[in-house]
């Protein structure tokens, strides 16, 4: 046997008897996200690396390391989509979406980010993402919480924290960040090597950091909601209102910063405590200079990414509808192949969903396979029942079988099935 080809670290096969959940989740996402208004849009996993360093920024965990690069044959430096912010603004300019009126879009697909890979990280992984550009105002933050919530509701998923925070406008965060950079150079020596570095160059990372010592180092730290300016506090005082007027708790976290340079305002995350250390399953937030930033008209937008792998982990499986035919079809013959595959397609002609068994076989070991393929019904065909012009019709949940003249097999299979 020839050498087996390793498949690539951290990038993981969706098998059959897995692709069941993934498929609800989608369906699921679809509907829930239709429902609100959102429509679909599908842009390259492939763009220009510039796109992403502009857009998330050149001092994050994604540009600085976690990044697919690689310059292709033609010389163009290129890198696989981290996340769908930037590729679905850009998409947006290039179409010339943005010129004034609202939209809300969605996305499904996979993300690539060379990570550590472990349980919950992984370097291929799958998002939902949901962007919605237009208006600057806190009702549309609060929809897409509202529609975040329905999701992970009508999944069944039960027992997530949302954290808030806001970020206030890139003035007030530049007041922000120096008092911040001067309370944490004074604890320069109680910071892990990273965020000593990140001092200068990126201090609100510091209050995320997930060393200990570095956690308690910033306990005290300055509170970015302390600075916010008036469109600010008043965005935030009403985002919070509607959020309690319907009936969304959620947990003010003045050290949530997300991990991404272009948000305003709003910032949240969903958590859940069945998941260690890998516990984020939705984060998003407002980002109304993005557009702008990398060449569009000011259009402020907000958004949010839901983590498919994270989820799933939290999807009950009995809660995932297994795929199964209304029959399945047992040919016992050579002989009477041309007449079963002739009733299958009519069947399937019918709407019906008929699967065939392939490969000949006794009806034995027939039977037991139509019985592991969920079907409710046998059709079963001999040489016997094709001298007879029957087909032996049997109910694999009872057992009881009967056997039907040929031509009224179709009538009663699509009636049974209906
Ligand atoms: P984390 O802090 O866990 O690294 P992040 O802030 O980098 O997350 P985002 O860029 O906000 O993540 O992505 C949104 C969601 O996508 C996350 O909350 C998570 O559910 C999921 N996600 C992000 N990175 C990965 C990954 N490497 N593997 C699996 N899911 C991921
Ligand atoms: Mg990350």
Redesign the pocket.
Known sequence: MAEKIRPVRGMNDILPDEAAAWQHLETEARRVLEAYGYREIRFPHVERLELFARSIGEDTDIVEKEMYTFEDTGGEILALRP?GTAGCVRAGITNGLFRGQTHRLYYLGPMF?H?RPQK???RQ?H?VGVEAFGPATPDLDVEQILMARRLLQDLGVEGLTLHLNSLGKPADRRVYREELVGFLEARRDSLCETCQERIQRSPMRVLDCKVPTCQEAVAEAPEITDFLGEESRAHFDRLRALLDAAGVPYELNPRLV???DYYTDTVY?WTSDQLGS?A????GGRYDGLVEEIGGPSTPAVGF???I??LLALVAPERVPEPHPSVFIAPLDAAVETDAMALAESLRDRGVSAWYHCGGGSLKSQLKKADRSGARLALVLGEQEQAEGTVLVRDLASGEQEALARREVEDHVVHRSS
């Open positions: 996340e980010r990570e919950g990280r992984y992984f998002q997300r991990g991404l995350e890998q984020t399953v939705v984060a990414a839901l983590g792998e994270r």
